[in-house]
């Protein structure tokens, strides 16, 4: 047991004293949901992992406050002549946490990392030919095509010192196993991992050598993962923590009337669809129709999209707070389409004569699978749908799951229709295209659950990827959408709320990826 | 026999003059029909997707300002009228209760008359294994059953059989009560004349207890079952409010409750009170009920 010594007392008040006045901030605690499952950059390419390590780790590029692509480690880059690729000039005299500097061989030993095979993050090259060393501050990204998009896609391509890794072992990601970068990191940024202690808490300090000027305040910041919303929020109004994300819809009211406390209430770029099982012979989960999959008709897709109301969906379980939307991303991001902007609307009796037109006047049942850990409400819009599909006349067996198993279900296919959320990584139009819409094949398609396919989108997603001129490359984008929206390939719902909480002393910036980057968190 | 003759006369005098009694026996006669005849009574059918609808959602209860003649108590988050959904839910948590009420009670019985009739080393194995269980807590011994059918079966089927695992765990935590209580009473009278005279006639052991002691021990033993109920539907509440009982979308008072709290501090409180007014009422009626019957049989705490 330990006994406070009296220096320690007299220490203790001072700093107490010293933290009473406002010139010094304090600890910054904040809480999320999802704890990042591991430190190592390039092992899981999921949100709440990428989030919390560009605090700590950085890329040749990263976004600013409007998702705008600002120089970071390299500070300019240039397009190499014929499409042969791009060329990165890197920032000198910087170092990492550890003291060693950042060159070149760091780029292409990061690069090595991030393709080779337990690597969570090979498709961000999938049009990479090769990278070449030009001299000690100079890179060369190869490609066998042009690819003008290529810079703004890398934002989250985190650069390892290349000497940390090998005097550590943890030359290649750890995807099932653990290694030293699964709990420990040495990157650039502009925070130090101070100490890591999975699923309980997480603490950074600044680094006091980034190269970059810092505008935060902060001395020390600590992140604790808090399953439940409405856990969290208690921690929030009782002092525990200064700032979480999510809170529950339901309570931004109370939260907001509150003294101290403030709401920062936005939209994320993420996407809330149903998909079907476009490559289904039959249905999976049907009591009666075993023998066919109707969801195979257009007729039947349009029906389910004419069938769901999602102005009710968002003034009732959203609670105002989410925004219908026509596509596989959000309005206002590069590569909608302007022209397919418009819903199919809400017509029950329209979809009920549709079901009869395609042959099920009586209906039929089918399983709709649902997380219920993952997206905003996620159980209750799926309910909500099997409620409004109900209304004419099919029937959804919702089977609601934590999402540790559902990705691996939807990919066994076990399902007739499904949920799906899903955020433009590039905020560019080409990212649900390439994941969603593209037949499914080793690297392309790969989130295409249930099997999508039109060969004319197959067709295009090359020269989308190549097109330099914004028109032209904009009609292909159109026509994809409009394919897309024909053939009701899936339905698209509602853009998903952005709802942080937080005391009124803290200042963030609430970026549309819902990264939360400290660098930017002011305590007052 | 007595006991018929007990009802008779001094029971309902006795009932009669006890206004508390009289009025948790309407109340629970009152929830128990409403309860049973839910199919016929409710408004609307709350397990039937195409009979409510998200625009009717979280409208607060009738006399609330935005109250809808429709929705006496309001409606839940997807639209469902509450007080459908209590009634169908009440349903659930009774015959849930009731059947693991049965349970125990046969197979407590049956435990505590062979013990207390036969004693010696059947009467210490049945006892030992009682006071086993009875270290472990009842929430505990559920939530033990629960957790290993959930480990040994596959989803589906345990899916399937949730209803049948919650019964059952809820049974296997109350048969204790009836059989220490059963083996008491029967060691009393098994040293009585008449039970001796029939062991003399030699009249087979099973005729002897259910015949002879079963109809004098009867009393102490509706005591517990009827303060057994409300405990069982209590139990089964906690549980479908940890969220081991049952599903969402065939919800019970419990699990209506819990889903009731993710709206406990945003001011749709109906969602969480009501159920739970319900289960209160519903439990003390049925505990008065047995504190009257506990003391019709016990004439000395009159």
């Not at chain 1, 032209?472 to 899936?490: K, N, S």
């Not at chain 2, 004693?119 to 957790?147: K, N």
């Not at chain 2, 765990?169 to 040293?191: D, P």
Request: proline share 6%; net charge negative.
């Amino acid at each position: 047991m330990h006994r406070s010594q009296p220096h320690t007392t007299v220490l203790a008040l001072s700093a107490l004293l010293l933290s009473a006045s406002p010139a010094i901030s304090e600890t910054f605690s904040w809480a999320g949901t999802t704890d990042p499952q591991t430190m190592d950059p390039h092992a899981v390419n999921a949100a709440p992992v990428l989030s919390f390590l560009n605090n700590v780790y950085e890329g040749l590029v990263r976004r600013g406050p409007d998702m705008d692509i600002q120089p970071s480690l390299a500070t300019s880059w240039e397009a190499l002549p014929d499409g042969a690729g791009w060329r990165f000039t890197l920032r000198q005299g910087v170092t990492y946490h550890d003291g060693s500097e950042f060159n070149a061989d760091d780029v292409i030993f990061s690069y090595e990392r991030a393709i080779s095979e337990p690597s969570d993050v090979k498709s961000w090259f999938s049009s990479i030919t090769g990278v070449e060393r030009v001299d000690d501050y100079t890179v060369d990204f190869l490609t066998s095509a042009p690819n003008p998009l290529f810079p703004g896609s890398i934002a989250n391509f985190m650069i390892l010192d290349s000497g940390w890794a090998e005097a550590n072992a943890a030359e290649m990601p750890a995807r099932d196993a653990e290694n030293h970068a699964t709990r420990n990191a040495n990157g650039t940024g502009p925070f130090v991992l101070a100490s890591r202690d999975p699923g309980i808490e997480t603490r950074l300090t600044p680094f006091s050598g980034w190269w970059d000027t810092a505008e935060h305040n902060l001395t020390e910041a600590v992140f604790t993962p808090i399953g439940n919303p409405a856990t969290g929020l208690a921690a929030l109004l009782s002092g525990e923590i200064d700032f979480i994300s999510p809170i529950p819809l339901q309570d931004v009211t109370q939260v907001e009337e509150r003294d101290g406390f403030k709401v920062l209430a936005g939209l994320e770029t993420r996407v809330i669809m149903l998909g079907f099982g476009h490559d289904h012979e039959t249905l999976k989960y049907s009591d009666e129709t075993t023998d066919a999959n109707p969801f195979l008709d257009p007729r039947v897709r349009l029906a389910v999209a004419q069938a769901i109301d999602v102005e009710t969906i968002d003034r009732v379980i959203m609670r105002g707070a989410a925004e219908p939307v026509s596509q596989l991303l959000p309005a206002g991001l590069s590569g909608y389409s302007e022209e397919n902007a418009e819903r199919p609307a809400f017509d029950p009796d329209a979809a009920t004569a549709l079901l009869a037109e395609a042959g099920y006047p009586d209906g039929f049942s089918f399983g709709l699978m649902c997380p219920n850990d993952r997206y905003i409400n996620d159980e209750a819009v799926c309910r909500a749908v099997a409620s409004m599909l109900a209304r004419v006349g099919i029937e959804a067996n919702v089977n609601a799951m934590p999402v540790r198993g559902y990705w691996d279900e939807l990919r066994a296919d076990n399902f007739d229709m499904y949920l799906l959320g899903w955020s433009p990584g590039t905020f560019d139009a080409e990212h649900p295209f390439r994941f969603l819409a593209h037949t499914p094949t080793e690297r392309l398609g790969t989130w295409n659950f249930g099997g999508y396919s039109s060969a004319r989108i197959d067709e295009l997603m090359t020269p989308i990827l190549q097109e330099i001129d914004p028109d032209a490359r904009q009609g292909m984008m159109d026509e994809v959408a409009g394919i897309l929206q024909d053939d009701v390939a899936y339905v698209p719902l509602y853009t998903e709320p952005l709802i942080w909480a937080m005391k009124d002393n803290v200042e963030v910036i609430q970026r549309p990826d819902n990264f939360f980057m400290l660098r930017w968190v002011t305590v007052n | 026999m007595m006991l018929a003759r007990l009802m008779q006369t001094e029971g309902v005098w006795l009932f009669s003059r006890n206004p508390a009694a009289i009025l948790a026996a309407i109340v629970t006669i009152v929830v128990v029909a409403g309860a049973v005849l839910a199919p016929w009574i409710a408004p609307t059918n709350p397990y039937d997707l195409s009979s409510f609808s998200l625009i009717d959602g979280l409208l607060p209860p009738l006399w609330e300002q935005g109250g809808d003649p429709r929705f006496l108590l309001g409606t839940d988050d997807q639209g469902r009228d509450m007080l459908s959904s209590i009634l169908y839910g009440a349903r659930l948590s009774l015959i849930i209760a009731s059947v693991a009420m049965g349970i125990a009670l046969v197979l407590g019985v049956s435990l505590g008359l062979a013990a207390g009739f036969f004693g010696g080393r059947l009467d210490a194995i049945v006892m030992r294994v009682a006071d086993v269980q009875l270290a472990l807590p009842a929430i505990l011994t559920a939530l033990l059953i629960d957790g290993i059918s959930r480990g040994i079966l596959p989803r589906e089927v345990h899916d399937d059989l949730r209803l049948a695992v919650i019964t059952l765990a809820i049974a296997l935590s109350l048969w204790v009560n009836f059989a220490r209580t059963a083996r008491a009473s029967t060691f009393v009278e098994r040293n009585k004349d008449y039970v001796q005279a029939a062991i003399m006639m030699g009249q087979h052991p099973l005729r002897i207890m259910l015949r002879h002691i079963l109809p004098n021990i009867v009393g102490p033993l509706l005591v517990i079952a009827t303060v057994d109920l409300a405990s069982a539907i209590l139990l089964e509440a906690t549980l479908s409010f940890l969220g081991v009982g049952l599903p969402a979308d065939s919800p019970s008072l419990g699990t209506l409750i819990r889903i009731g709290m993710q709206y406990l501090l945003s001011g749709e409180w109906w969602i969480l009170w009501m159920p739970t007014v319900f289960l209160v009422v519903l439990v003390v009626s049925i505990n008065l009920l047995g504190d009257f019957l506990r003391d019709l049989f016990n004439p000395s705490l009159r």
